[in-house]
């Protein structure tokens, strides 16, 4: 080549060997070295990069994400369970269902037809951008020349449900110089139809239309998504027509998940025991979208989950209604009145004790709060959109209407009562009725900083018997944690209230022991380590921490000249305190020490045993509570039974 006539003539080259070029290409042109042709991997490359622009969660209301922290729950994709159920028949001729588990490699490999029901939430997007990336692999677009292509409900719209026009928009969208390479008759196409129970009733007669005609077509393969199979309707089809259940997580997928998103591993640990004994999870669906927010907020605030109860569902919720579009005469009710909607049916229901209605009183109740505001609901169908597309309602076979949660309820109507009916008086009253205790905590978790709520809740709850005295301690456990920025002197009156009532509470089970019923001859022990687990378990959160530490050294300073032998209620209010601490949760063991070494503990039969109890059951390593100490306290057991 040097020597060619034509180079010779010139001064001004220069040869790039290997090293050279392969440093350029790296620099400029990364993609050269992967698999497959020019037009698919620049088609990859864009829908890649639409996916992570389209990420549901990116803007939520309590955290903002980082690129990075997309990118990271982008990655963390946990397979899903899929199964289809089918009929079949046994020997006696009758019918039986079979449950067949189906993969995403199933659903990519197969040439049939698939509709996936999944609750909101459940990932059915995540996994239709599996599909889709897992469709893009280079050499099968190449060779099989397929397309993979998401089809975006407005679009469908702006084209009148026009299905193959609104592929090639698509197409054009996202490769716009290199659409002119994609030979529409060569190719085929898997169209993914997210969600397509948004649309109205008459848009998804005629999108249906749309599918069946196309699915006569071989050059189209289908995969749609769902919240309910009822919803659609297609016909039958040349190819099978598939239909798939999206589970919702189990315990071993949660765990999975949350250890796989804290690099961590102890501070993931730490969050999968809160989840289990916090009994968040059964006033929530298990859903990937509920397990994300959790984990976001813990990551964020460290915080345990009931102080950041109302931070979850507010996002939860937001997310739900922010996809659930509602047609007016003149506008599109926007998010905060949807939830005003639902806040002001739900305060109703709460009041009523109703916990389902009929869905005629349901519309007419939505007409009344909305007509005022000059919104008409029009049609009885954007009632049912209402109830079937937000996944907060239902509506069963009976046309009763209620909550899918009874937490949705509780959320809803301490959002009425804090920003529309400011009665919290109503919560006071009604503090020892579970619902209304939990509408409180929420309604606590809104402000987060409310000393007034506290004095006026001590003074006017309802404190009168066994019952009471069990409950509020719950209750105000959880509300002093959902006001974690109160002030601390504030939140130790709910502390100091609540270990009153768990000794009132001891005095009355002792005496109960001595009548007939279900307390009768029960051993002290017992009683104790029952209040015991009580207390510990609505009180062990960092956000109490300081508090706890704090009421410990102020009984200690006020009852300094009454710490000796046979004080009980000072010592079991400071042993109550002591093992919370130094619960599983805290950590925290100085104070438990401590007591130990004083003799308002260890000259007390019933204290020394709980004690050992304790230090058994929670199987704290001697390494924060010495050989020493627990000699001193199996000594004084021995002492006390020869006694």
């Given at each position: 080549i040097s020597k060619s006539p034509e180079l010779r003539?010139?001064?001004?080259?220069?040869?790039?060997?290997?090293?050279?070029?392969?440093?350029?290409?790296?620099?400029?042109?990364?993609?050269?070295?992967?698999?497959?042709?020019?037009?698919?991997?620049?088609?990859?490359?864009?829908?890649?990069?639409?996916i992570r622009t389209e990420f549901e969660i990116k803007e939520l209301s309590v955290t903002k994400l980082s690129d990075t922290r997309v990118q990271k729950l982008m990655d963390l994709f946990?397979?899903?369970?899929?199964?289809?159920?089918?009929?079949?028949?046994?020997?006696?001729?009758?019918?039986?269902?079979?449950?067949t588990r189906v993969t995403i490699e199933d659903i990519i490999e197969s040439k049939d037809h698939f509709v996936i029901e999944g609750d909101p939430g459940s990932g059915k997007s995540r996994l239709v951008n599996k599909l889709i990336c897992d469709l893009l692999e280079s050499s099968r677009m190449t060779k099989q020349k397929l397309f993979p292509v998401k089809v975006k409900l407005p679009n469908l719209r702006k084209n009148n449900f026009d299905i193959e026009k609104t592929v090639r928009d698509e197409l054009s969208h996202l490769i716009p110089d290199e659409v002119g390479l994609v030979d529409f008759e060569e190719f085929s196409f898997v169209v993914?139809?997210?969600?397509?129970?948004?649309?109205?009733?008459?848009?998804?007669?005629?999108?249906?239309?749309?599918?069946?005609?196309?699915?006569?077509n071989t050059k189209y393969r289908f995969v749609v998504t769902v919240r309910s199979l009822e919803n659609i309707n297609f016909e039958k089809s040349p190819r099978k027509i598939r239909e798939l259940y999206l589970q919702n997580f189990n315990a071993r997928e949660i765990e999975r998940f949350v250890l796989k998103y804290f690099e961590d591993l102890n501070r993931g640990q730490r969050l999968i025991n809160v989840l289990k004994e916090s009994n968040i999870l059964e006033k929530l669906p298990t859903t990937p979208l509920t397990i994300t927010l959790i984990s976001l907020l813990y990551e964020d605030t460290d915080y345990e989950i009931p102080a950041?109860?109302?931070?979850?569902?507010?996002?939860?919720?937001?997310?739900?209604?922010?996809?659930?579009?509602?047609?007016?005469?003149?506008?599109?009710?926007?998010?905060?009145?949807?939830?005003?909607?639902f806040a002001c049916i739900a305060y109703q229901m709460l009041e009523k004790k109703e916990f389902e209605i009929k869905k005629g009183e349901f519309a007419i109740r939505i007409r009344s709060y909305l007509s005022p505001k000059g919104i008409t609901l029009a049609e009885e169908e954007d009632i049912l959109r209402f109830?079937?597309?937000?996944?907060?309602?239902?509506?069963?076979?009976?046309?009763?209407?209620?909550?899918?949660?009874?937490?949705?309820?509780?959320?809803?109507?301490?959002?009425?009562?804090?920003?529309?009916?400011?009665?919290?008086?109503q919560l006071i009253k009604n503090f020892n009725d579970v619902n209304w205790q939990n509408a409180a905590i929420f309604y606590a978790g809104i402000s987060k900083d409310m000393p007034w709520f506290v004095e006026e809740l001590i003074n006017g709850m309802p404190n009168e018997n066994l019952r009471d005295w069990l409950i509020n301690v719950g209750g105000m456990g959880y509300l002093s944690q959902a006001l974690y920025m109160t002030d601390v002197e504030d939140r130790i009156k709910l502390i100091s209230k609540s270990l009153e009532n768990t000794v009132v509470a001891f005095r009355r089970l002792k005496d109960l022991t001595g009548e007939l019923g279900p307390y009768y001859k029960m051993p002290l022990h017992i009683i104790g380590a029952i209040l015991v687990f009580w207390f510990n378990m609505n009180f062990r959160s960092v956000t109490l921490a300081h508090c706890l530490e704090r009421l410990y050294e102020d009984h200690l300073r006020a009852n300094?000249?009454?710490?000796?032998?046979?004080?009980?209620?000072?010592?079991?209010?400071?042993?109550?305190?002591?093992?919370?601490?130094?619960?599983?949760?805290?950590?925290?063991?100085?104070?438990?020490?401590d007591l130990i070494e004083r003799d308002c503990f260890l000259k007390d039969p019933l204290l020394i045993v709980l004690g050992d109890m304790f230090l058994d059951i929670q199987e704290i390593d001697k390494e924060y509570v010495s050989d020493e100490k627990r000699k001193k306290i199996k000594n004084e057991i021995k002492r006390f039974k020869k006694l």
């Open positions: 003539s010139h001064s001004n080259y220069k040869f790039w060997w290997n090293e050279k070029l392969i440093e350029y290409i790296d620099k400029f042109y990364p993609d050269f070295w992967l698999p497959g042709d020019f037009l698919s991997k620049q088609y990859k490359k864009a829908v890649v990069n639409s946990i397979t899903p369970r899929l199964m289809e159920i089918s009929p079949v028949k046994d020997p006696r001729l009758k019918k039986k269902l079979k449950r993914f139809l997210d969600s397509i129970d948004d649309l109205y009733k008459e848009e998804l007669e005629i999108l249906s239309k749309q599918i069946n005609s196309l699915m006569k950041t109860l109302t931070d979850i569902y507010d996002d939860f919720v937001s997310i739900l209604l922010g996809k659930l579009e509602v047609r007016t005469k003149t506008q599109l009710i926007d998010l905060e009145l949807k939830k005003r909607v109830i079937g597309n937000s996944g907060i309602l239902y509506i069963d076979h009976n046309e009763m209407v209620g909550f899918k949660h009874l937490s949705f309820l509780e959320y809803f109507a301490s959002f009425e009562l804090f920003y529309v009916n400011p009665n919290y008086e300094a000249n009454s710490l000796g032998a046979g004080n009980f209620e000072i010592a079991f209010k400071l042993f109550l305190i002591a093992t919370t601490l130094a619960s599983e949760y805290l950590n925290r063991y100085e104070k438990l020490n």
